[in-house]
Each structure stands twice: as structure tokens, then as C-alpha cells.
Nanobody, 133 residues
Framework: QLQLVESGGGLVQPGGSLRLSCAASGFTLDSYAVRWFRRAPGKETERVSCISISGGGTNYVDSVRGRFTISRDNAKNTVYLQMNSLKPEDTAVYYC??????????????????????????WGNGTLVTVSS
């Protein structure tokens, strides 16, 4: 079965850290750029971060820049999102998605809804991150 599986979400106190993983099954992730999106309760989907196919290019939304780090390990067929200095406003369901668009320029602002087939080749099912004391 061709799929992405996220893991690593959970409950963490403000200021804490989590590392999310996005593992590909049934296909090779190194042919795709990968993004993380998030959707908080009652809010629109927000783009969070993107990593290029080579891993040499990364991009972040301003609200997480300097706190989150995206990386990939093609040998493990996995992309990671290291989240530090977490804030309550980071609480959301986080989704990873594999696609062939650029992480830069106008393509950076592209924000499809989770599960949409609009330019996304594979979606994960999401992992919940809750930041609360």
C-alpha cells in the first residue's frame, strides 16, 4: 500500500519539544518534495514547512522559523519536523504531503486542504500536537 504515515505527536508543555516523522511506505520518498501543513481547531489549514527533493532547500512559515527544523533521511525514506520552543498556538493536527512542486516562489504559498488531490501525490493521515500546561 502506498502511503505516508506520520508519528511523534502528543501532549507537551509550552517551551517543550517534539519531533514528528513522516515515513513513506510502498514508494520512494526521495523523488518528492515534502511539506508539513497543520490545521488547528476552527482555523484554516496553514503551511508550515517544505523541504526540496535534494534536501538542500527548506522553507518555513514566519511563525515557526527559528523554532522548527525540517530534514530528510532518504535512506530511511523519512522526513522529520523537529519542533522546539513550542507554544500553545502550535496546537494542531500536523499533516505531511509528498509532491513535485517547488518549495519556493509562488509555489510556497500553495496550501491545499488535507486529502486534496490538487498537486499532492501522497498525504499522511495526520498526527495531533497539543501544547498545553
Amino acid at each position: 500500500q502506498l502511503q505516508l504515515v506520520e508519528s511523534g505527536g502528543g501532549l507537551v508543555q509550552p517551551g517543550g519539544s517534539l519531533r514528528l516523522s513522516c515515513a513513506a511506505s510502498g514508494f520512494t520518498l526521495d523523488s518528492y518534495a515534502v511539506r508539513w501543513f497543520r490545521r488547528a481547531p476552527g482555523k484554516e489549514t496553514e503551511r508550515v514547512s517544505c523541504i526540496s527533493i535534494s534536501g538542500g532547500g527548506t522553507n518555513y512559515v514566519d511563525s515557526v522559523r527559528g523554532r522548527f527544523t525540517i530534514s530528510r533521511d532518504n535512506a530511511k525514506n523519512t522526513v522529520y519536523l523537529q519542533m522546539n520552543s513550542l507554544k500553545p498556538e502550535d496546537t494542531a493536527v500536523y499533516y505531511c504531503a509528498a509532491h513535485r512542486k517547488s518549495c519556493f516562489g509562488g509555489s510556497w504559498y500553495w496550501t491545499p486542504e488535507p486529502g486534496s488531490t490538487d498537486g499532492i501525490d501522497y498525504w499522511g493521515n495526520g498526527t495531533l500536537v497539543t501544547v498545553s500546561s
